[in-house]
T-cell receptor, first 115, second 117 residues
Framework: KNQVEQSPQSLIILEGKNCTLQCNYTVSPFSNLRWYKQDTGRGPVSLTI?????NTKSNGRYTATLDADTKQSSLHITASQLSDSASYICVVSAERGSTLGRLYFGRGTQLTVWP | GAVVSQHPSWVICKSGTSVKIECRSLDFQATTMFWYRQFPKQSLMLMATSNEGSKATYEQGVEKDKFLINHASLTLSTLTVTSAHPEDSSFYIC?????????????FGEGSRLTVL
C-alpha cells in the first residue's frame, strides 16, 4: 500500500533553533518527493522537489534530503523564525509512464516557533 | 513563480444552495488541475483530477453528482458543490500542474473556505 508517514506530528521549538522533520514513504514506483509549507488557512507553497537521483536540495534556510534506498526524506530548518510556524507537508509522486503520476500526501508536521 | 488563483476565498451559503469555486492558472497553461478538500488539522484529501476538455476523474467515495467539476479551458477549472449541506463545510484547494515532464511543478491555490449554514 502506497503511504507517506510524517513525524513528528507536531513540534514546538524556540526561535533561532534548528529542527528536522521526517518523511518516510512506501510509494512505488517513485517519481519525486516534494515538501510544502502550508500556513493556516492558506494554500501550500512549494519548498523543494527532489527526484530519485537527488540527495539534497536547499532553499534558503530549508534543506531537504532524500534517501531513495531507505525511502526516507528529511526537511531541516535552520535558524528558525516565527514565520516558520506552519504545517509542513511531504508529497510523494508515483511514476506512471512519462507523466506526473498519482500524488500521496503525508498528514503534515505542525511546527510552532516560540519567541 | 507561477500563480494559481482561487475565487472566492471564502463563501457562506444556505443549506440546499449550490456554490461554484473557480481555479485559474494565471501565467501558465494547466492541462491538469486537482481539487482537494481539507478538514481542520488534517492533510489534503484529493477529490478529483480535472483534465482540460475531458471528464474529471473522481477519487473513491467522492460523489461526482455532488461535486461537479468543469475544466473548459487550459487556465480555468471550476468546482460546483451542489445542494450544499453543513457537512460540506470545508476548505477546498485546487492545484495546477505546470510545465511538462516528470518533474512538472505543482502550484496550489490559496484555498476557498466554504461554510454552509
Amino acid at each position: 500500500k502506497n503511504q507517506v508517514e510524517q513525524s513528528p506530528q507536531s513540534l514546538i521549538i524556540l526561535e533561532g533553533k534548528n529542527c528536522t522533520l521526517q518523511c518516510n514513504y512506501t510509494v512505488s514506483p517513485f517519481s519525486n518527493l516534494r515538501w510544502y509549507k502550508q500556513d493556516t488557512g492558506r494554500g501550500p507553497v512549494s519548498l523543494t522537489i527532489m527526484t530519485f537521483s537527488e540527495n539534497t536540495k536547499s532553499n534558503g534556510r530549508y534543506t531537504a534530503t532524500l534517501d531513495a534506498d531507505t525511502k526516507q526524506s528529511s526537511l531541516h530548518i535552520t535558524a528558525s523564525q516565527l514565520s516558520d510556524s506552519a504545517s509542513y507537508i511531504c508529497v510523494v509522486s508515483a511514476e506512471r509512464g512519462s507523466t506526473l503520476g498519482r500524488l500521496y500526501f503525508g498528514r503534515g508536521t505542525q511546527l510552532t516557533v516560540w519567541p | 513563480g507561477a500563480v494559481v488563483s482561487q475565487h472566492p476565498s471564502w463563501v457562506i451559503c444556505k443549506s440546499g444552495t449550490s456554490v461554484k469555486i473557480e481555479c485559474r492558472s494565471l501565467d501558465f497553461q494547466a492541462t491538469t488541475m486537482f481539487w482537494y478538500r481539507q478538514f481542520p488539522k488534517q492533510s489534503l484529501m484529493l477529490m478529483a483530477t480535472s483534465n482540460e476538455g475531458s471528464k474529471a476523474t473522481y477519487e473513491q467515495g467522492v460523489e461526482k453528482d455532488k461535486f461537479l467539476i468543469n475544466h473548459a479551458s487550459l487556465t480555468l477549472s471550476t468546482l460546483t458543490v451542489t445542494s450544499a449541506h453543513p457537512e460540506d463545510s470545508s476548505f477546498y484547494i485546487c492545484s495546477a500542474r505546470g510545465g511538462a515532464g516528470r518533474t512538472g511543478e505543482l502550484f496550489f491555490g490559496e484555498g476557498s473556505r466554504l461554510t454552509v449554514l
